[in-house]
């Protein structure tokens, strides 16, 4: 679903007004690319996996790929959360096929952004490496002129701080709802989130205290060099 990415979001695609942006006219222009490369990878006979479906079948199954990838464009999130919430709400009903494709959703959410229900040692990695392409991407905007996001930014955000609010406003909530479904969720899922959560807290706590520790020691060099004087 995220194949050919070039490492800079839809705000900067928009934004810098890429050839994706203007091909797809705003419009989730990475999760449309990705949709594209991916059947015309299908197109090549070698590499054909639906090869011997129906057109009936072809249609259904290209359809289905193509809401599951564009709903992975996290500019949709609140939206498709709330519809989530909604049928659970009313009580999902396996028959409805509204249900069964928001459902359908909310699975490929949670294997989209699952990266920190794995173990530190795995998900610890992966972090860096999306926090580098933040940063290459805030880099490159604050050399254009364009809009920067603060949880992009090096100069604003650390991996902890930058953990903490996704845990604690986007996968804590995504997987909790899930789990009013499948309360299997909770150990496996949820309460490695939250050991997940609890670890930046504590690594956030730290450095705070460091900052705080070097702000006096630059406090205090300020006044003896004073003094001196």
């Known amino acids: 679903h995220d194949i050919d990415h070039p490492g800079f979001n839809n705000n900067y695609q928009i934004n810098a007004r890429t050839e994706l942006a203007i091909r797809y006219n705003d419009i989730s222009p990475l999760e449309n690319h990705h949709c594209a490369v991916a059947?015309?990878?299908l197109e090549n006979p070698d590499t054909n996996i639906f090869a011997y479906l129906s057109k009936d079948q072809l249609k259904?199954?290209?359809s289905g790929i193509i809401e599951l990838i564009l709903s992975t464009d996290m500019g949709k999130h609140s939206e498709l959360m709330?519809?989530?919430?909604g049928v659970l709400d009313k009580g999902l009903d396996y028959n409805n096929q509204d249900h069964r494709s928001i459902l359908r959703i909310m699975f490929i959410k949670c294997c989209d952004i699952s990266n920190e229900v794995r173990p530190m040692e795995v998900s610890g990695p992966w972090v860096d490496c999306l926090l580098e392409e933040y940063f290459n991407q805030s880099d490159r905007e604050k050399s254009e002129g364009l809009p920067v996001a603060p949880f992009m930014d090096r100069d604003k955000v650390t991996k902890a701080t930058a953990q903490i609010g996704f845990i604690?406003?986007?996968l804590i909530p995504v997987f909790e709802s899930m789990n009013r479904l499948f309360?299997?969720?909770?150990e496996v899922m949820i309460h490695p989130l939250k050991e997940s959560l609890e670890y930046y807290e504590r690594q956030k706590k730290t450095e705070d205290m460091l900052q705080e520790e070097q702000a006096k020691t630059k406090l205090a060099r300020g006044q003896s060099s004073q003094q001196a004087q």
């Open 60 to 62: 259904t199954v290209r």
């Open 39 to 41: 059947f015309q990878i």
């Open 82 to 85: 709330q519809k989530f919430k």
């Open 183 to 186: 309360p299997q969720l909770e």
């Open 168 to 170: 604690k406003f986007v």
